[in-house]
């Protein structure tokens, strides 16, 4: 049978009605790899959810099909957004597929050229400000309060309740609740979702405990970890460059009553957890994406787990969506020979060599 999408498939637990249109991209149902040499060698049962195999290559596709669906069935003609790319990739698919118009304010030189690709090809229109993602949101949160235009940011309450559909697909994926779920915040609003969404399905008795919640913002980023907005946020993992996040309080809510935490990985923990799981697990997840598993292997330094416990981190975007930085990252272009068999021998035993 042909997968239905999100909003058919979790229909009951979303506000979704007999006037919703089923939109869909065929967005969710996306894979809990197993990290079978990282559990190993951690001690850990430790699983991917691998959020950058939606159809725009990121999570933001659970909660954009579920906005947009909620503004066309309201009469909506234009979405609009603030973002650090994949908000923007993810608005732009869901107007084109409902015939919306679309807005989407960036951060000018500070988002990742895969993102910026899927925006301008998905036909928004695509306005970068000189300015970081926090005031971008401010603005877009003046102009939509003025104009008839839909807000399709994480604030817009539609976005939490597609996004929370990844716990359902976590705890039937693994049987249970994982013990500790791990995931990079930025905004924080996925952190938000999932926590909702883990309570929503423990209420319901399709699951028997509760996961950990333990966020992990960019060092660069870290305003919940200080307790204060970070003016000028600075990081490499450029999705959650992100100085004053808007569901704050639902985070540090989530992390609190799951006896959690959030913590901050550095820029150069990302990068070395980015190249571990995809070298040693064959898994290209974008920077940000990364935080997870850096924070995770954080974590086991300090001593949180005893051994054997089931770990989720999320994977919430895809690799190729930032090429760039995957180059920089291995600080290898390829060996470029000339077309002999000799002379790709000769390579190959240079590599090997190093
Ligand atoms: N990972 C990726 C790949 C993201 O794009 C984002 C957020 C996050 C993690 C953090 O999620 O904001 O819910 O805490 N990206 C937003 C955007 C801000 O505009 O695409 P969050």
């Not at 959020?51 to 906005?67: H, I, Q």
Request: net charge negative.
């Amino acid at each position: 049978m042909r997968y239905p999408g999100l909003l058919q498939t979790y229909k009951q637990y979303l506000p979704v009605t007999d006037r919703t249109p089923m939109l869909t991209l065929q967005e969710g149902n996306t894979p809990l790899v197993r990290a079978d040499n990282l559990s190993a060698e951690l001690g850990l049962d430790l699983y991917f959810k691998y959020e950058g195999l939606n159809p725009t290559g990121s999570f933001k596709d659970r909660g954009m099909v579920m906005a947009v669906a909620k503004a066309m069935e309201e009469g909506s003609r234009t979405i609009m957004c603030a973002s650090t790319g994949n908000t923007s990739a993810a608005a732009a698919a869901y107007a084109a597929r409902g015939g919306l118009n679309c807005i989407v304010l960036i951060p000018n030189n500070n988002i990742a050229l895969g993102k910026l690709a899927q925006a301008i090809i998905y036909g928004a229109k695509v306005i970068a400000i000189e300015g970081n993602f926090d005031r971008a949101l401010e603005i877009v949160r003046e102009i939509t309060a003025k104009h008839p235009i839909t807000l399709v940011n994480s604030v817009n309450p539609y976005r939490i309740e597609g996004q929370k559909t990844a716990a359902f697909e976590v705890s039937d994926q693994l049987g249970k609740a994982p013990d500790y779920l791990a995931i990079p915040v930025g905004n924080a609003g996925n952190i938000s979702a999932y926590w909702k969404g883990f309570k929503e399905y423990h209420a319901l008795g399709r699951i028997g405990s509760l996961p950990k919640m333990v966020g992990f913002e960019a060092e660069g980023a870290m305003a919940i970890v200080k307790g204060e907005p970070i003016p000028e946020p600075e990081t490499v993992a450029t999705a959650i460059r992100i100085g004053n996040p808007a569901s704050w309080k639902t985070a540090v809510a989530a992390a609190e009553e799951s006896g959690g935490q959030i913590n901050y990985v550095t820029d150069d923990e990302i990068l070395a957890a980015y190249r571990m799981i995809a070298s040693r697990e064959g898994i290209f997840a974008e920077p940000a994406s990364a935080a997870s598993i850096a924070g995770v292997l954080k974590l086991k330094r300090e001593g949180e787990f005893r051994g054997g416990e089931t770990v989720v981190c999320v994977l919430t975007g895809h690799g190729l969506k930032d090429p760039n930085i995957a180059i920089k990252s291995v600080a290898a272009e390829p060996l470029v020979v000339p077309d002999s068999e000799a002379a790709v021998m000769d390579a190959i035993r240079k590599l090997e060599g190093e």
